[in-house]
């Protein structure tokens, strides 16, 4: 079978790109994407998933009355594509209650530090390298985890780790990072896909 992702995302998408690499390059073959939503017009990733002719949905909280017909919005969006395991790539708005019960234990996410640490509501962007620069630490990577309602807590499913240089600067830790990213996720992918979505059983369950 084939797993059909749903990837949300809000800026550049370049670990949206790295998955879609990962497709076409045979190396997640038990993968498609079945449509990518950002919750920002001017995404760039929103833009290179429109010029891949991929199938794309702009959903803006100011579409929207509320929290919940913004979530319901995005769990109706994602049903209708067929979504089997929703992708967080780079996405900034923090998941409804109805997003994670509709796709529990089905919702991935990749955070650039080594979970638990510098995880968290304000741990976003630079300011978990400069933490982690501030300290400082030895080393830093990144983290995949399953997603749930406690920010960055959910169970880890894969991490990479990078030195810490001297003379890094949050830019190039960050930089080194994104590299070990673009590897990680797809690899996490295709293994949760083997665990979870290969017998006849977990379909059913994943079944949405
Ligand atoms: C990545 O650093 C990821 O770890 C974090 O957001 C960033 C997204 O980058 N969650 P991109 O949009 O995939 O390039």
Redesign the pocket.
């Known amino acids: 079978m084939t797993c059909r992702l749903g990837i949300l995302?809000s800026?550049?998408?370049?670990?949206?790109a790295a998955i879609q690499s990962a497709i076409e390059e045979g190396r997640l073959p038990q993968a498609e994407i079945a449509v990518v939503i950002s919750n920002r017009p001017e995404a760039p990733?929103l833009h290179l998933a429109e010029a891949l002719q991929l199938k794309t949905v702009l959903l803006e909280k100011g579409q929207f009355e509320n929290r919940l017909a913004f979530d319901q919005a995005l769990v109706d969006t994602l049903q209708a594509y067929g979504v089997q395991l929703v992708i967080?790539?780079?996405y900034d708005r923090i998941l409804g209650q109805s997003v994670l019960e509709a796709y529990s234990g089905r919702i991935l996410?990749?955070?650039?530090s080594l979970l638990p640490a510098y995880g968290g509501k304000n741990m976003v962007g630079l300011k978990v390298h400069q933490a982690v620069l501030d300290k400082p630490e030895a080393e830093s990577g990144?983290t995949v985890h399953v997603v749930t309602d406690e920010v960055d807590g959910g169970e880890i499913l894969g991490q990479r780790r990078v030195p810490v240089l001297p003379g890094d600067t949050p830019e190039s830790l960050?930089e080194r990072?994104?590299a070990e990213?673009h590897r990680l996720y797809s690899d996490v992918i295709r293994q949760f896909i083997e665990t979870h979505f290969s017998s006849k059983e977990t379909v059913q369950n994943a079944a949405v």
Request: aromatic fraction near 4%.
């Open positions: 995302l800026g550049r998408g370049s670990n949206f990733g967080l790539a780079g996410n990749i955070h650039p990144c960050a990072i994104l990213e």
